[in-house]
């Protein structure tokens, strides 16, 4: 019963609704207890043989009103309550899906996805359940319970009543004894179920992978295998939620046969007419759907209780990215300035970046070059914000980019990584993202910049050419050119490419950096790039190993220096040179 005291916020935001819901429920319940009496009247009619064709015309009239007014209310209640249980399920999925949405990098770090999506379905459901079967059964079956008793009580008799429902003690008693097996065993399949998921997804991602490495026998033996655990703890599931319906039928039995030991001797005793014990019965067959409700309402609430925990477990989770809801709302171009004393992930101990101090006027290209795990990519998601929490600063246009409001510093940037996603849209729609609105003329302009434009003409449907999942229809340079192309219709204040030109050929490279510098005089680049040919026109260029910069400058001034750069940049340039004798496109 805690989930309703824990969902108590929302019904009492929507009580209205529940109010008249329950009510016209009371009133359905209430218009089932006459019929049985009426049924009680008729038999004795019957064996009196006093019955006329005026009394049954009655009796099928009210009757038939009886049934007709059950309906409207039934309609009624139906539609109330169904409605809040889905006003419950869209606030809370909207609430789940915002903070998603605001959750920093720990945060996907620390769960898998198929998690988060089965808290976003499952855990939702069984949630929304709460709100409609829930507080059904529980108002349903006490106002049941209460009014057929009452009935029993007031139109047969108080000691056949209080015999008849001796055994349904039994019954709760039942009830608390498999509730906790019923939880334990529901918290196992929705761990499971999370498993599943979580790994099918992984698969689906890492289809090539596990081909090319042979693995495809071993994942589909893994999956069979997860899969009949799943059936496994499914059918515990479904072994302790079916010991609620036998122990409701053997409560109910001994009912009816104390019913028809006792009952039958008040009828040859005279103390109840023939007709009563015929309505008791019909009574007494009223509570069977109120014990069968109440083993579900346990199942439903447990189950709610259980899936609430988990989403609340997420909500609670705070994302150690501060926005400041009065933050500077406005990102104007300007100069950037990091000074960096030093940063270490939350979850390592190793320091990856130390003593970084850059300053990138207004329209200035930084560029980022170093081996493999050398700190740029980090650099760059301190620049989006990921993480606050290092010593140092970093200034934009004159402000601390903690200080502005996250969302507005964010949409000032147009990020482009190495792996970028694809929606399974037109190429359109896929530029056109941050502005759906955006005329086809400004699609293809920024194409154009991208050097996209003529592979789009040359595609079956141009610019309406549909992409597949994750754009695996596209190369992986023209899915990296969509997403530069996608990242400029917003013409960022500081536009990242984070290796985001690794997989084009060398002329496109240059094609789209010769258009980019045109483009962009007004506001900041900054390029990272295992490619040295991706930032040699970059107005400074950052040279980073083991998260310190160890030379800078210009492309001409690195040359001089004869150092990691000059090497690096000749190696390239050799291994281009015969590459572009053998490839003629982008891979
Ligand atoms: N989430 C993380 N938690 C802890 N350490 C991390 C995390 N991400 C990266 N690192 C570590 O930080 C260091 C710098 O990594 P980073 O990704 O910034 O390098 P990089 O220069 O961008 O390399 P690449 O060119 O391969 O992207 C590496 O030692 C890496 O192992």
């Known amino acids: 019963m805690s989930i309703f005291l ?40 019957v064996v009196q043989r006093d019955l006329t064709w005026q009394y049954l015309l009655v009796f099928l009239l009210i009757l038939a009103l009886l049934f007709l007014s059950s309906y409207v209310f039934r309609y009624g209640w139906n539609t109330h309550i169904v409605k809040g249980a ?32 089965s808290h976003a379905s499952n855990d939702l459901s069984s949630i929304q359940r709460v709100a409609s079967g829930g507080i059904l059964m529980t108002f349903d079956s006490s106002a049941n ?46 761990e499971g179920f999370s498993k599943m998921s979580d790994h099918t997804q992984e698969s689906f991602l890492g289809m090539k992978v596990i081909k090319t490495l042979g693995q495809s026998k071993e994942d589909i033996d893994y999956f069979n295998h997860q899969t009949d655990e799943q059936i496994k703890t499914n059918s515990h599931v479904a072994r302790v939620d079916s010991l609620f319906d036998p122990l409701a039928t053997i409560v109910m039995s001994f009912s009816y046969v104390l019913t028809i030991i006792l009952g039958g001797e008040f009828v040859l005793r005279g103390t109840i007419s023939i007709g009563q014990l015929v309505s008791f019965a019909a009574y007494l067959s009223q509570l069977v759907w109120p014990m069968f409700a109440l083993g579900q309402l346990f199942n439903v609430l447990e189950r709610g209780n259980a899936s609430y925990d988990r989403v609340m477990d997420l909500m609670n989770e ?14 104007k171009p300007g100069e950037l300035n990091i000074r960096l004393k030093g940063f270490a992930y939350p ?52 402000h601390d980019i903690r200080d502005y409001k996250l969302s507005a510093y964010l949409s000032s940037l ?29 699609i293809e302009q920024v194409a154009k910049l991208a050097a996209l434009h003529d592979d789009i003409l040359q595609m079956p449907n141009g610019y309406e050419t549909e992409v597949g999942e994750n754009g695996i229809s596209l190369s992986g340079g023209q899915q990296q050119r969509v997403a530069i192309a996608r990242a400029l219709i917003v013409d960022p204040a ?60 210009s492309h001409a001034e690195l040359l001089a220096q004869n150092g990691y750069y000059a090497d690096t940049f000749h190696q390239q340039e050799m291994a281009s040179h015969y590459e572009a004798k053998l490839t003629g496109g982008d891979n």
């Open 318 to 331: 705070k994302s150690a990215i501060h926005d400041d809801p009065n933050g500077i709302a406005q990102v």
């Open 347 to 398: 979850d390592g101990t190793k320091t990856v970046l130390k003593n970084i101090d850059v300053k990138v006027g207004r329209g200035k290209t930084l560029g980022l070059v170093g081996p493999v795990g050398s700190g740029k990519t980090t650099l760059l998601r301190l620049l989006l914000r990921e993480f606050d929490s290092y010593d140092g600063e970093i200034d934009f246009s004159g």
């Open 86 to 117: 889905a006003l419950l399920e869209r606030t809370l999925r909207k609430r789940l899906y915002d903070h998603y949405m605001e959750m920093d990098a720990p945060f996907y770090q620390k769960y898998r996805t198929g998690d988060l999506m």
């Open 6 to 45: 824990k969902l108590k916020w929302f019904f009492k935001e929507h009580w209205r609704m529940y109010a008249v819901g329950i009510f016209l429920l009371f009133l359905t319940d209430l218009s089932h207890v006459i019929p049985p009496y009426m049924i009680g009247l008729f038999t004795n009619k």
């Open 494 to 553: 500081i536009l990242i490419l984070d290796d985001a030109l690794s997989a084009v050929d060398a002329r496109t490279e240059k094609e789209i950096l010769g258009a980019l510098k045109n483009q962009r005089q007004d506001q900041t680049t900054i390029i990272s790039a295992s490619r040295i040919s991706s930032v040699i026109n970059a107005d400074e260029i950052l040279v980073f190993a083991h998260g310190r910069v160890i030379e800078r400058g």
């Open 145 to 190: 319970i209460i009014l057929v008793l009452a009935s029993m009580i007031l139109t047969v008799d108080w000691r056949l009543t209080l015999i008849a429902i001796i055994p349904l003690p039994f019954l709760a008693f039942g009830v608390s004894l498999i509730m906790p097996r019923l939880r334990k065993a529901f918290t196992a399949y929705q």
């Open 414 to 442: 147009g990020y482009v990584s190495q792996d970028n996603f694809l929606f399974s849209t037109s190429i359109a729609e896929n530029i056109a993202f941050s502005n759906p609105k955006l005329p086809q003329k400004e």
